[in-house]
């Protein structure tokens, strides 16, 4: 039988008072503080674990250990050491059996932990690192390495020096997230990370207590991980969204499992095996009572069916609202009234399950801020494999924010969760803009019943004026700003209106949406029941943005440096030579700090200071040329080639004259997770010859 805690402490004080002298007065402080660290790394379950490990097998109930054994198990697992790591004992000086020191232990730096900083919410832990709070309950969540990534297959192995592709594993879980360190993709990826989930309780009343295994089985949030893959140019990729069901280890009498996670693609290939992630799961500290398989299963069970059941009543609702919405008018057939989209999964979930109202906390200051964020997310659209029309898919936020580009429904998405949170009433609109091309973009709905148009590919914002075509031509109409077309529905996350007006023209809309002849709406109830809390087992909460991991001065000068190269090359090639003025350059930031400023709050700065600097810097009898661009990303060579497209930009760099003086500078603004707005400058100044 395992021998009391009290008995190992006693042995483990023996031999550190024969290893190190002490006065008589530090022994029982000394002792009180190995008690306390054994407490807190609750090393008497996991004395039990090793001996059930280890030496079960050769030791039957009625027979009893020995002490010398028990320690000897115990040493050979490494507790020992770890404890004496934990209490810094040895650590830095330790003498081999024969006095000296050994060659293999040296000056240990002082050891990391999880809580270096606070408000870093991305990050990962060895667990040997970590700092467990012991009233807390922990997931340590590991993933220990990648089989079976076939596309990699033949990847070469990358030279010194060299950038290759690489792979990253993002978790989200209960407002958590995490990241991993990048890898090098290949058929079998070594990622080897470690993260510290907690598994605590949040509401009031239990924000002291240890939760149970009862109170963990109630915790149906998945955890969410999205595999991008990210190439030497910076271009990412969604190889795989998965939600993982980690309850089920608290059947395991360890309080770990190890999980083989089959992850499969995305969009048009969500049925193709990616991949395989080997995970390990630990619960720190473990439960004294650990529950049954039986009654995991039924849990989870009852949580699937009930989820089901919801679905397929809110299925029949939407059928039978559809044939009422039809019966109204029948060209209402076709109207883009959206009430399901598919996500990276393929999974068909209602529009309104995509929308949840999101606190930019102290990331964002004001909704303008907000938009101007979700502008400079890239915009990507989904490309079909072949011929025909590309199948349309609304990602999550997570994988959204994760891939940092998408197409216009995710932005939308984004955009009216975020002016939510800043406690705005506002809406995803479902419609056509240009020639016929579906768009979706945000309203906002004021008290006095002003309607804002949001574009969130560009941050810009229209007032909605309705026009009247019964007035008569005397009365001077408003000229629409905006380029919407039709629209055929308005949703968030509590309401569905469609658009059931004669017409389903933008400029000739009304949008009081409390109005029943010109806007059908749907039962409140019927969209809570599949799109509530209650669901969240299902379909996750947004998760929390976290800050930018951006040094906007690293950026903006590397990329500068970049581009002076590409730009002398360039010359080079068409025979000039090139001759920077420095001072020039540095008087082109105001220019690009207030034309951030224009984007992000509609209002233009002036930029009377600029132009005056301008005629100081620039002799009589010269030219001054500027052209300013801006871009999303931080690829020099596609930088470069873009501002070779304007033949403005094209006459700058390819500039010829006497006494010709170049300049270029970047200005890189960073906002909330991998989202950059980068303005690039040209300029050029040259004596005028007749």
């Known amino acids: 039988m395992l021998r009391p805690l009290s008995t190992f402490c006693n042995a483990f004080d023996e031999n550190l008072k024969m290893a190190r002298a002490l006065p008589p007065e530090k022994i029982t402080e000394l002792k009180q503080i190995i008690h306390n660290q054994l407490d807190q790394m609750n090393v008497q379950a996991r004395i039990r674990d090793i001996l059930s490990d280890s030496v079960g097998d050769k030791v039957d109930e009625s027979s009893a250990l020995g002490e010398q054994e028990l320690l000897e198990a115990v040493r050979q697992r490494g ?36 809580f270096i900083n606070k408000d870093d919410r991305v990050s990962a832990v060895p667990l040997k690192k970590a700092n467990i709070d012991p009233t807390r309950r922990y997931l340590y969540f590991q993933i220990l390495g990648g089989k079976a990534f076939l596309e990699h297959l033949q990847e070469p192995e990358a030279l010194p020096g060299q950038t290759t592709s690489t792979f990253a594993v993002h978790i989200h879980f209960r407002g958590q997230r995490f990241r991993s360190r990048p890898v090098p993709c290949a058929c079998e990826p ?97 439960p004294d009572q650990m529950l049954t398989e039986e009654v995991i299963s039924t849990q989870i069970s009852v949580e699937r069916n009930r989820i089901a059941e919801r ?141 804002t148009f949001w574009e969130s590919l560009t941050c810009q914002r229209y007032i909605h004026r309705p026009v009247n075509p019964n007035d008569p031509p005397s009365v001077e ?44 709406a749907m039962s409140a109830d019927a969209i809570s029941s599949v799109c509530g809390p209650s669901n969240v087992s299902h379909w996750p909460n947004i998760p929390p943005l976290v800050p930018s991991s951006f040094d906007h001065a690293l950026v903006s000068n590397e990329l500068e440096l970049e581009l002076r190269a590409l730009t002398v090359d360039h010359r080079k090639d068409i025979g000039l030579t090139s001759v920077w003025d420095e001072e020039l350059s540095f008087l082109l930031n105001p220019a690009l700090a207030a034309y951030e400023l224009e984007r992000t709050t509609g209002l233009s700065p002036g930029n009377e200071e600029f132009q005056q600097a301008i005629r100081r810097a620039v002799p009589d009898g010269h030219t001054f040329k500027g052209f300013p661009i801006q871009f999303v990303h931080r690829n020099a060579r596609k930088v470069f080639a873009m501002c070779l497209r304007s033949p403005v930009c094209q006459e700058i760099i390819a500039c010829r004259g006497d006494h010709v003086r170049l300049a270029v500078r970047v200005r890189a603004f960073t906002y909330p997770e991998a989202a950059l707005a980068l303005w690039v400058m040209f300029a050029c100044k040259y004596k005028s010859v007749l």
């Open 79 to 114: 507790l020992v050491e770890e404890i004496m790591d934990r209490l810094e004992i040895g650590g830095r000086e330790r003498s081999s059996p024969s006095g000296s020191r050994s060659a293999s232990h040296g000056p240990r730096p002082k050891q990391a932990t999880h």
């Open 190 to 286: 070594d990622f080897q990370e470690g993260f510290l989930v907690e598994l605590h309780n949040r509401t009031g009343g239990d924000a002291a207590r240890m939760a149970d295994t009862t109170t963990l089985l109630s915790l149906s949030n998945p955890i969410h991980l999205v595999l991008i893959k990210t190439d030497p140019t910076g271009e990412t990729t969604l190889l795989s969204s998965h939600y993982l069901e980690w309850r089920t280890v608290l059947s395991t009498s360890s309080g770990r499992q190890s999980i083989p996670l089959e992850l499969l693609g995305v969009g048009a290939e969500c049925k193709v095996p990616v991949g395989i992630l080997e995970v390990k799961l630990e619960l720190l500290p473990r």
């Open 477 to 520: 109409q408003p000229t629409p700003q905006y380029q919407y077309r039709t629209i055929g529905c308005v949703f968030n996350h509590q309401a569905f209106y469609a658009n059931c007006q004669p017409t389903d023209k933008v400029e000739l809309c009304y949008f009081d949406l409390h109005d029943s002849s010109l806007w059908k």
């Open 311 to 451: 679905e397929r009543l809110f299925l029949v609702y939407a059928k039978q609202w559809w044939r009422e919405y039809l019966q109204i008018r029948p060209s209402h057939q076709d109207r883009l009234v959206k009430i399901f989209a598919q996500d990276e999964n393929g999974v068909n979930r209602p529009v309104c399950s995509f929308v949840k109202p999101l606190s930019g906390a102290r990331l964002l200051d004001s909704p303008r801020h907000a938009a101007r964020f979700v502008s400079v997310v890239g915009y990507e659209r989904v490309s079909a494999v072949g011929g025909g029309q590309p199948k349309e898919i609304w990602s999550s936020v997570h994988a959204f924010i994760c891939k940092n580009k998408g197409d216009c429904e995710d932005h939308a998405v984004l955009l009216c969760s975020l002016l939510l949170g800043f406690g705005l009433n506002a809406f995803i609109c479902v419609g056509t803009k240009g020639r016929g091309q579906a768009h979706s973009w945000v309203m906002t709905s004021g008290a006095d019943g002003l309607v």
